[in-house]
């Protein structure tokens, strides 16, 4: 008699965990994001709903900086080209005279971030140019083996939001593609973007500068260069998901005004079905505080203001965010 | 009795077709070009074999002019472009000024040929620039659907090499992704790809310019420019696949000198099995005969030279295909 009580337990206990299990976006508070994402999902999958959409026009892509991953106190990229910039210092005495990696080096975020992050955007370019994407690709996994991050105390990669990670998932296994689309670097997201988001190299789009073939005696390779860049941010995110993709996405997220035009693009007189979400940073405990706020990297103004004319939904991190990084 | 025999007269029949239509590649007779495509990819997709290769890593790419369909009298999207020419003529007095255009229109090739090809891109860029991607695409389907090939005398999105199609198609029943990397606009071969070939915009790479993000009354739009443009040829081929694929494809096709370097990036120092074939023009009877030929736009001499050393097979088209176009 205990024996069969307890089995029945074990089995009732089993069944809610499994149910549990089975619910999409597990992390999520049952809120208005929770819902809007499973109401669309479920309207464009249902074949026989008004609409539908085929499996090959579910387009969905994200923003990464500050959408799937933090984005504070620096977007990850620059404090890996900082760590860059010293680790290869004893090999380049000319970096000495060079105004922002000296910027970079004492910390002096204003020099960086004035006439547009002009000298962010060299820092960059000075750790990529000249090395072939192999070597580069070596670079920022060694990074992502050995860094920190100063107030989480875990390796960058490890800071994916879980709520975010559960969307793209969910996603893909309902039929969709999901696509990085970011301001960070091409070479640098698709190290990582695999392993912590299941997306695959082919489906990032990011920041890039020519690339240069060469057929070497080992092989052919790729050599990085700072030629034409190309910053995969603003109006440069449609631009980008044109060439590179060549349909109009159905579903996009994103957290600041760098990414109003790609979720323009999503929604507006988009004849199929859309869906437009912005990411809002509102939980100074768990994660950072932010939209207007100078101090951070990611601003969220323009896009918080059209909003609700344009039918965006606001993702509210502290509310609708059962946890934020996976345990 | 009699009955009995007819059935199983028809039975046999039945069964030998049914045979015959699946055996792959039934455009092609059964020489060394079928059995090496046979053999590479019951290879890579034997689980227990040593050449296994996950069905994420099967990245196959097709040069499209010469290889996919013919590149004569001239690349079917040059005579797009000059019949664009010749239409929107009215409504572009200063056109009667330009050199190449006027070269163009009586068909002096010389002029568009020499520096390079320096008209040619020039005249290109002229039907392109300043008119949105959709206007774009309006324009070529409109094309397809009434130009004819001179020689052929069909449409001539209904010139594909029906050999390659069942490539194609038995590379993707055999989980491999198919891309197109061409020397052609990506815009241009978007609007056909997809119908004649089965392949998606998001897996064609070509030739491209700038697109510039506007947002207007209608809804957003990507206004085509002649900026910073990106020949994708020659080098430019494993530049683009690295940038837009990020992985070494394991499969390449091609035609001519200009696929040199994309056969070279897909199986020379390749850490995984790959396969480089190249198609020769040798039926003057159904096709054309070409290779150092310098009358003919596609080129194959160095690639021809080197193909021995490096393992790429030959296609030869009069032996090797059965038929060239489908009926």
New interface residues.
């Given amino acids: 008699m205990i024996r069969r009580a307890l089995l029945t337990l074990a089995y009732v206990l089993w069944s809610a965990l499994a149910a549990r299990a089975a619910e999409p976006l597990p992390s999520w508070n049952d809120g208005a994001s929770r819902r809007a994402i499973i109401a669309f999902v479920e309207k464009v999958t249902d074949e026989k709903g008004e609409s539908f959409v085929p499996s090959?026009e579910r387009i969905a892509v994200f923003d990464n900086d500050g959408t799937l991953w933090p984005e504070n106190p620096l977007p990850f990229q620059i404090l890996f080209t900082i760590d860059e910039l010293k680790r290869r210092l004893p090999d380049h005495p000319e970096w000495k005279s060079d105004e922002y990696i000296q910027a970079a080096l004492s910390g002096d975020l204003k020099v960086l971030l004035r006439d547009h992050y002009k000298g962010l955007f060299h820092l960059i370019f000075v750790v990529v140019a000249g090395i072939t994407?192999g070597e580069f690709d070596q670079n920022v996994r060694r990074w992502f083996a050995t860094a920190i991050h100063p107030r989480f105390k875990r390796n960058y990669d490890r800071l994916a939001y879980q709520p975010m990670q559960e969307v793209l998932s969910y996603l893909r296994a309902n039929g969709f593609?999901t696509y990085i689309v970011s301001g960070g670097g091409?070479?640098f997201m698709?190290v990582f973007s695999e392993r912590v988001y299941g997306v695959?190299?082919?489906h990032?789009l990011g920041s890039?500068t020519?690339?240069?073939?060469e057929?070497r005696e080992?092989?052919?390779v790729?050599l990085k260069t700072t030629n034409?860049p190309f910053v995969d941010d603003g109006?440069?995110k449609?631009?980008s998901i044109?060439?590179?993709?060549?349909?109009r996405p159905i579903v996009a997220f994103g957290n600041s005004d760098g990414d109003k035009?790609m979720l323009?693009?999503t929604t507006?007189?988009?004849p199929l079905p859309s869906l437009g979400l912005l990411v809002h940073h509102t939980d100074g405990d768990r994660e950072y505080v932010y939209d207007a706020n100078p101090r951070s990297s990611g601003k969220l103004v323009k896009a918080l203001t059209d909003a609700p004319q344009r039918g965006w939904g606001i993702i509210d991190m502290r509310k609708d965010w059962r946890s934020i990084f996976s345990e």
């Avoid at 020519?210 to 073939?213: G, L, S």
């Avoid at 044109?242 to 349909?247: A, K, L, W």
């Fill in positions: 090959s994407t593609k091409l070479d698709r695959v190299p082919e990032v890039r020519d690339v240069v073939y057929l080992g092989g052919p790729l034409r109006p440069g449609p631009e044109h060439q590179f993709i060549g349909r035009e323009e693009y507006i007189g988009n």
